[in-house]
């Protein structure tokens, strides 16, 4: 299963020879080694190798047009393992997040304990994934060898990043991880520039992944809850 892969999108931008070796040439490395070996492999992606401009949830089909370096990578990175293998099983996943490494929740947690009032951008749209229902379904896919093909893993539902944030803050303060009133300001994107170019609407159609993986994604604010709460036991860690 890999994982692997350069995920600092900005940085991504101006650091782009080291995201390209990690995303787009590494992959290709990797099937090349399972090849090898007779091995299968399963290699996650991303919503980022799609433009932004949908109306309606991302089909695994559906056509791509990445709008960054991280996306140019990482569709270049899917190309590659099929080109190498072509039942390779890719699992495209958007908006992860965890307890562990640097993620959204964890720096709003920080952001809110730190402040009164966050401006955070509401014209981008997405779905939340808790990174451990991401390494259920993949674990499920382990054990379902004739899957290939692409799918899409999220959890169930959709917000905007303010939305997420806003979600954070209740549940954050609910559970005890905040203990003071935050305003959350909804804010365009074009108030909050960033180095990298990121998808206005990245919903992924779920469908065929929830049907043939037989398990389906949970409600991403659910999971949130679960996420903290699960944060909030290994705070002394």
């Not at 640097?102 to 779905?127: I, W, Y």
Request: charged residues 20%; contains cysteine; aromatic residues 10%.
């Amino acid at each position: 299963i890999n994982a692997a892969a350069y995920t600092a999108v900005d940085r991504a931008e101006s650091d782009a020879e080291a995201a390209w070796q990690a995303n787009a040439l590494g992959p290709g490395y990797l099937a090349t080694a399972c090849k090898a070996q007779g091995a299968r492999m399963i290699h996650l992606s991303t919503d980022f190798v799609f433009n932004g401009e949908a109306t309606e949830p991302y089909k695994p089909d559906s056509p791509t047009s990445p709008v960054s370096e991280y996306g140019r990578g990482k569709l270049v990175g899917e190309q590659a393992v099929t080109g190498v293998e072509p039942n390779t099983l890719i699992v495209r996943t958007s908006w992860v997040y965890s307890r562990f490494g640097a993620n959204f929740v964890k720096t709003m947690l920080r952001l809110m304990s730190e402040r009164d009032e966050l401006g955070v951008v509401a014209d981008q749209r997405g779905t939340p994934t808790w990174a451990r229902g991401l390494v259920q379904a993949l674990w499920v896919a382990a054990t379902k060898p004739a899957l290939s093909g692409l799918y899409n893993w999220s959890d169930e539902g959709e917000c905007t990043w303010c939305d997420f944030a806003q979600a954070i803050y209740e549940e954050g303060r609910d559970i005890g991880l905040l203990d003071h009133d935050v305003l959350i300001k909804a804010i365009p994107a074009s108030s909050y520039p960033t180095p990298a170019h990121r998808p206005s609407y990245s919903v992924l159609d779920r469908t065929s992944t929830w049907r043939d993986f037989e398990i389906v994604g949970q409600p991403w604010r659910l999971q949130l809850r679960s996420m903290l709460l699960d944060m909030k036991d290994h705070l002394d860690e």
